[in-house]
């Protein structure tokens, strides 16, 4: 309620925006080093020690303002193009020009890896928008006791929620010894791989592959049929899943492109673009579930 409260508060975005561009000053001027790898930064290897605090306090200023602001344009987006089909573009178009703005000031000094780079700005929005979106998965739990298949919904929900979140914490590098990702052809043909951690791997490969039929039985055709009658909850839920596939692609993009003799420079603008594409695209999956949530809980006529 307090949140809602400042967002609706004409000053709350030109004091957000004035203290972003304060902190984005002093972050820039003063190496910006990201919150988290200078918790492992001795003070003393530093120049200037006096420096240390000041450097981690403009970064999580610049990060809780930064996050602050991104969510502020979700709500009043979302409150504005409520019950349009356009609702899940506007809100993924904005979120990604407003990651390239930003991202933009940083250039060419750190080649945007500031904002993308592990522990930065739009790392740590991620797992804020995951966290808003479980924390919504327990308000709309109501919604889903009515019956059993109801059930088995929300827990799909929640496991779908639990698997592109621990995608995003890197837990594919978790499992292999001697490999770098455990769920690629590659992984299952390498003989150096122990056959434990492919049995693992294989087991909780067919549990998601199964998962997923399920979901694409159950509301596949529904879904389209809502996309082409305009129904605004489809539209979401279309949005969501173009913004997952868009994101792979831009992942993908640096190894196609090393396939075909083309050597990246990781300082070139596109690069960096790249990379704020791929993770502006990571944080609209969880915001615009968020929202197709709350539509859902609101009318469920929306969708289908």
């Not at 080093?33 to 450097?55: C, H, L, Q, R, W």
Request: hydrophobic letters at 50%.
């Amino acid at each position: 309620m307090c949140c809602c409260a400042l967002c609706k508060n004409k000053w709350f975005a030109p004091v957000l925006c004035v203290v972003s561009i304060c902190a984005w000053y002093f972050v820039k001027t003063y190496n910006h080093i990201d919150i988290f790898s200078i918790m492992n930064v001795d003070p003393v290897e530093m120049t200037g020690t006096a420096k240390t605090p000041f450097i981690f306090s403009m970064c999580l200023l610049f990060t809780v303002n930064f996050i602050a602001v991104l969510f502020y344009l979700f709500y009043r987006l979302a409150k504005k193009f409520e019950g349009s089909i356009l609702c899940g573009p506007i809100l993924a178009v904005t979120v990604l020009a407003y990651l390239c703005l930003m991202g933009g000031l940083f250039y060419p000094t750190s080649c945007w890896d500031f904002m993308t780079r592990e522990g930065g700005p739009v790392d740590i929005t991620t797992y804020t928008s995951y966290v808003v979106f479980f924390i919504t998965m327990v308000k709309v739990r109501q919604d889903y006791t009515a019956t059993k298949q109801d059930k088995v919904h929300w827990c799909l929900f929640s496991f779908f929620a639990l698997i592109c979140l621990l995608r995003e914490m890197g837990a594919q590098h978790w499992l292999p010894s001697k490999d770098s990702t455990s769920f690629k052809i590659k992984f299952f043909t390498n003989p150096m791989n122990p056959i434990h951690e492919k049995i693992i791997a294989g087991i909780i490969v067919l549990i998601v592959v199964a998962a997923c039929l399920y979901a694409a039985y159950k509301w596949a055709i529904p879904l389209v049929k809502g996309f082409f009658v305009r129904r605004w909850g489809a539209w979401l839920v279309g949005t969501m899943i173009g913004c997952g596939l868009l994101c792979k692609v831009c992942d993908r993009m640096n190894g196609f492109l090393k396939s075909i003799g083309y050597v990246w420079e990781r300082r070139h603008f596109t690069y960096g673009l790249n990379a704020v594409f791929e993770e502006g695209l990571e944080i609209m999956l969880p915001i615009l579930a968020t929202v197709a949530l709350l539509a859902h809980h609101k009318n469920k006529d929306a969708f289908y």
